[in-house]
């Protein structure tokens, strides 16, 4: 049995743990995050007795403001994903240099660069399809 093989998978399969763990910890972050804002959104809306007295609120500086949180901002989503495809890309680029010291960096290296470069893909499509939307 090749002992090298063996630790390569593991390695590689651990480092693939490890970001999926990450990616899943920021996401149920941000699930707690949208449930305290849903929460206390439902909260402000229940104090209204009536119809009226919302549609006074919603024309004030605050309400504004309340009903501003609703939207979506799908550039910031681009910005993020465009983000994370190149810190993954160059992340990929630095262990398959590594490959030149050290055996054992194939898999982990084109992994990251093929995800990187498949968000940063993601990132350029959608920004073309929100711009075509637009017009």
């Keep these: ?21 990450i990616v899943w910890l920021r996401a149920r972050v941000n ?11 439902q909260q402000l809306l229940a104090k209204f007795q009536s119809g009226r007295e919302l549609a006074e609120f919603i024309e004030t500086e605050d309400g504004k403001q309340f009903l501003g949180q609703f939207e979506s901002d799908p550039h910031r989503m681009m910005l993020v994903v465009l983000s994370a495809g ?3 890309s160059v992340l990929g680029f630095g262990l398959l240099l590594l490959m030149i ?30 711009d075509q939307w637009r017009q």
Excluded: C, Y
């Design 31 to 41: 699930q707690a995050r949208l449930a305290r804002l849903a929460e206390t959104q």
């Design 86 to 88: 190149i810190v993954s």
């Design 101 to 130: 010291w050290e055996d054992g960096f194939l898999f982990p290296g084109v992994g990251t660069t093929a995800l990187g470069l498949g968000l940063i893909a993601a990132a350029v499509i959608s920004k073309k399809l929100s």
């Design 1 to 21: 049995m090749n002992w090298n093989a063996i630790e390569d998978i593991v390695m590689t399969l651990g480092f693939f743990a490890a970001i999926v763990g």
